[in-house]
């Protein structure tokens, strides 16, 4: 004869672990558009990274001195726990967007990629064709990394935790 089974709690606690681990996955991939929306990594190669500082511009594309060090450097700011947060309430106006491209103090990088980049993130930060990252400016205390797609900027920004692989990449880079 058998012997009676007795409940046990392991096993609905872990199909109720499945359901909110499902639920959470689910609501962050709708919210993000992005179902990779966990992956901590960052690997996309930018069709060319423009740093605009006192007035003047340097381009870079793949190929010429410097872009593989600021691609990964890119890569690496980009990615995992270096995204610390999302600040819905900035943007960019004409008059910020003229001090970042011809400001005195302004040192800004502008990332274009083709097709668009999705950053992953749990953050609301949907697919971008360009990055607007100011390391000295106006929001630069923010560490905020603006995204636009087809000329269209939007408004809030992913703060970065760290930005001083930028900064040294940027630093060896410019002539």
């Known amino acids: 004869m058998e012997e009676p089974r007795t409940p046990r709690l392991r096993d609905p606690l872990i199909v109720l672990a499945a359901l ?43 190929g010429t001195p410097g872009y593989d060090r600021l691609n990964a450097a890119l890569n690496r700011a980009l990615s995992g726990f270096n995204l610390e947060g999302y600040e819905p309430q900035i943007g960019l106006s004409e008059a910020t967007l003229a001090e970042y491209r011809h400001g005195p103090q302004s040192l800004v990088l502008w ?45 809030g920004a992913l703060r970065l935790r760290d930005r001083r692989m930028l900064e040294e990449a940027v630093r060896e880079v410019l002539p």
Do not use: C, S
């Open 111 to 155: 990332v274009r990629y083709d097709p668009p980049v999705q950053i992953h993130t749990a953050f609301f930060f949907p697919r971008a064709d360009l990055l607007i990252i100011p390391l000295q400016g106006p929001h630069a205390e923010l560490r905020p990394v603006f995204g636009a797609l087809h000329g269209v900027i939007r408004l």
């Open 20 to 62: 909110a681990m499902a639920l959470i996955w689910g609501v962050n991939a709708m919210t993000n558009r992005d179902p990779l929306w966990f992956w901590p990594w960052l690997n996309a190669q930018a069709a060319e990274i423009r740093i605009t500082t006192g007035g003047r511009e340097v381009a870079f594309v793949p």
